[in-house]
């Protein structure tokens, strides 16, 4: 399942793991304004590393969506979020890390019939995951050059947004990179889910969302990219939205506070 488990491809830093030949001397991820290459300089770690710390923890949110996160947290510290549907389940966003109790659990729960990732900080190990349920990688075209672990599982898409199956939807809102997506979820909660990632993000408070170039280097978005942005999200029917880390869930009320924090994001311009 693992290819070359003991080598130092993955970057300590954001998780991503380079299925080249040759590792660069900085992530090439990290080094963009949108992330960082942490304080004490680029360290590669391997899965063989990982593994001897690491497992991966759920989380069920509703009766057809779990979250999964690496425990202790690594990297990004990002879940990843399990949709289970009639015609097929599909994994939304990535961690750096798999194991085979994992895959025995979703593989209990229907196992994953796609992988579709919001955007580059979370491709991670994206051909494990795809290599261990044989299933495509949804990735929008306009990151194609974040791409640092490519293969033969990723399918490019381009466009407004690409229909999967039970009304599942994965919506391309651009902003924090070219080709950021959300998954839509419409017949999933009351009233509707998204799932975001960071593409939009969730404050601590759960009452303000906020719309970024980068989150940890602080820098925001041109007015256009928030307006598109809205563009994208006004039409799609949600109450209750999934973002990329722990305190990221609204279970109800979220179309509310997206429309209140697009208000206030372009009141500034």
Known sequence: MII???AKNICNTCGV?????????????????RQYPGFTGQIWTSYNELATRSTIRFSRLLSTLYDLRISPAFAIAQKAHLVLSSSGNVLWDCLPFIDDQTIAFIRSLGGISAIAISHPHY?????????AFDCPI??????????KDPGGYIELWNGASKRLWDNISIVHVGGHFPGSTVLHLPDHGRAGCLLTGDSIYIAPSRRHMSFMYSYPNHIPLPKKDIEFINERVHPLAFDAMYGAFEWMNIADGARSIFEKSISRHLSIY
């Not at 949804?138 to 791409?147: G, P, V």
């Open 4 to 6: 070359s488990p003991s």
């Open 17 to 33: 793991r380079y299925g080249t030949s040759i590792i660069p001397t900085i992530c090439e991820i990290c080094a963009d304004d």
């Open 123 to 131: 491709y991670s190990l994206m051909q494990d995951w795809a290599t």
């Open 138 to 147: 949804y990735l929008h075209a306009s990151d194609k050059e974040w791409i």
